[in-house]
């Protein structure tokens, strides 16, 4: 079944249909340029993580601003992203299905791969896709290193699980996957660094067994938008997987920085474009969207620019605003933007972004990548 567009390239902002979600380009460059930039000379490459936005133009503009490449957290979004022109793409997930694969590995006549292992059992199956289409597989050992989801415990446990990925045909141990997700939205920024500290020095214990064993590597990739200061200056990591840091959600504005005041060092670029459909009492309003269309796994939407009104609730096909008493009242099919509160499971709910500059549509870019995954 088509997708309906909610909008064509150059109408005004106030045109586009709702429930939208709009990008505004201006802010969503200027987060791309200050990631560059926070980087610039330290030695750590950015690679994006797509799973943020799922959208193959907005990875291609993520590697023209100086990515190195892309994380996938499925074979689904590595093969769309490689589709595009994507030549370096790192699967941050283990894969042990035979036909996927079989899949990711189909992709490696034209594109750099590499995928994450944790388990002895999957060293035959990512073995045997890779002889057989003649394919030196680069894997990445994923380090538990608190989260106690995927991983292998730090130290001795990765050199050894390392060595029979090394030992296998078709298979080349090329570094480890340190990512702390958790840390990235405590709110102190005291409590993220002591909790990525922690991971760094499991990472260096990884290390020291690694260099033991005569494997040690250069390649550590881990870390994210809210915490990538530290393994930046860690002097272990090699990369950097953020991926909300282009677009900021409701989650990491109640973060803190250094100083104690809110994490500005990025801006929200990314909003939910959405309509007044009925404001049957005083001190009420509701919007066309919902559940379908906003995530709520990470909280509410808040309003941007509308001092004195309140996000109160979501179901299915609403959301729920409270007008306080200063504010001034919302009428019916008036149009506001809402901050997600969480950005990835969002960008998942919609067929299209809709690109605005100075309150126009540039552009429209499919989320191509978006849906389970295979």
């Known amino acids: ?178 990512y702390h997700g958790s840390a990235q939205h405590l709110v102190s920024a005291r409590d993220r660094q002591v909790k990525i500290s922690s991971t760094i020095a499991k990472v260096k214990r990884s290390k020291a067994s690694l260099a033991a064993a005569g494997l040690d590597r250069k390649w550590i990739t881990g870390a994210g938008t809210g915490s990538f200061t530290f393994e930046r200056d860690s002097g272990v990591y090699s990369e950097v997987q953020a991926g909300s840091y282009a677009f900021m959600d409701g989650d990491y504005a109640k973060i803190k920085g250094d100083d104690g005041n809110p994490f500005t060092i990025f801006s929200h670029s990314l909003f939910l474009w959405s309509s007044v459909i009925s404001s049957p009492r005083a001190g009420q309003a509701f919007l066309d969207v919902g559940h379908k269309g906003h995530s709520m796994d990470s909280g509410l939407a808040t309003v941007s620019g509308l001092d004195g009104i309140e996000v109160t609730g979501q179901s299915d096909e609403h959301t729920a605003l409270e007008i306080g008493h200063n504010a001034k009242a919302l009428k019916i099919g008036k149009k506001l933007k809402l901050i997600p509160g969480h950005v990835d499971p969002t960008f998942n709910l919609h067929d299209w972004v809709v690109c605005i500059r100075k309150n126009k549509v540039e552009d429209i870019w499919p989320i191509d990548a978006r849906g389970p995954g295979f």
């Not at 030196?136 to 390392?162: F, H, M, Q, W, Y």
Request: glycine share 6%; charged share 20%; hydrophobic share 45%.
């Open 1 to 178: 079944m088509p997708s309906f567009q909610p909008a064509i390239p150059k109408v005004n902002l106030n045109e586009v249909e709702t429930p939208a979600l709009l990008l505004d380009m201006d802010i969503f460059e200027k987060n791309l340029i200050t990631m560059e930039n926070a980087l610039a000379g330290s030695g750590v490459r950015l690679r994006a993580h797509t799973k943020a936005h799922k959208c193959s133009e907005i990875a291609k503009r993520q590697v023209a601003a100086g990515a190195v490449g892309v994380c996938c957290q499925k074979v689904s979004e590595a093969v769309t992203m490689a589709a595009a022109g994507i030549k370096n793409i790192l699967i941050t997930n283990q894969i042990v299905d035979p036909v996927k694969i079989q899949r990711l590995c189909s992709l490696g006549e034209k594109t750099e791969i590499a995928v994450l292992c944790d388990s002895k059992e999957a060293i035959p199956l990512l073995s045997k896709a890779a002889t057989a289409n003649r394919l030196t597989l680069k894997i990445l050992i994923e380090v538990n290193v608190g989260a106690n989801r995927c991983g292998v415990d730090a130290g001795d446990p990765v050199a050894s699980l390392a060595s029979e990925v090394d030992k296998a045909p078709g298979l080349h141990f090329a570094g480890l996957q340190a």
